[in-house]
């Protein structure tokens, strides 16, 4: 698929996936999407850990019993990044903006091979959720689970986000120029 299709194409799928594993050669093409992407002075902070085996899925879908996507999906991808960030640039740590960057790319690429997902990040900062899903996958106490993947193919029809128009957002040449 052709990059501006996925990036066109890409939603935030909250429906029901398929009962259909995602096979691992799909799953490390697209964490190779989040490795390769760009990250504060090339520090390349963000860890993942895929999860596609079905009892430690169930005992994540037991944590976020709410979330739809999460309670069908047959593959995880989470991020991880330090619990703490040391500056590495002036006072500045950029983990959290390495890991969005990989997550866009990741999302790009499971568009482009047709699977759906969504971004969920709100939801672990609630109830201690990235913590007792961090205690299932062994994460460090100096690391902690900052987004996480679903993966999986749709089993029904969800709807698209509108986004506003170019020229309600973007300029040239100064902030709402004509
Ligand atoms: C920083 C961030 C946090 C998000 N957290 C969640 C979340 O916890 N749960 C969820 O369903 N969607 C989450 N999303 C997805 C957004 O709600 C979604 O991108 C937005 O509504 C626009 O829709 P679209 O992705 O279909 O374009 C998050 C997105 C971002 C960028």
Not at 76 to 96: M, R
Not at 155 to 162: D, F, H, I
Request: with cysteine.
């Amino acid at each position: 698929m052709d990059l501006f299709d996925a990036i066109r194409q890409r939603f935030s799928y909250r429906g029901a996936f398929l009962k259909q594993s995602v096979p691992r050669e799909d799953l490390e093409a697209i964490v190779q999407a989040g490795l390769d992407a760009p990250s504060g002075k090339n520090m390349q902070t963000t860890s993942f850990i895929i999860v596609d085996d079905p009892e430690l899925l169930d005992s994540i879908r037991a944590i976020a019993s709410h979330n739809k996507p999460l309670q069908s999906c047959l593959a995880l991808i989470c991020c991880v990044i330090d619990q703490y960030p040391e500056p590495i640039y002036h006072d500045f740590s950029f983990q959290i903006e390495d890991c969005s960057a990989a997550v866009e790319n990741m999302l790009l690429a499971i568009t482009a091979l047709e699977y759906r997902s969504v971004w969920l990040d709100g939801m672990l900062r609630l109830e201690s959720c990235a913590e007792k899903i961090g205690a299932i996958l062994g994460i460090p106490p100096n690391k902690k689970l900052q987004i996480m993947m679903p993966v999986g193919l749709p089993a029904e029809e969800y709807p698209r986000r509108e986004k506003r128009l170019f020229h309600e957002r973007a300029w040239f040449n100064g902030w709402k120029h004509d």
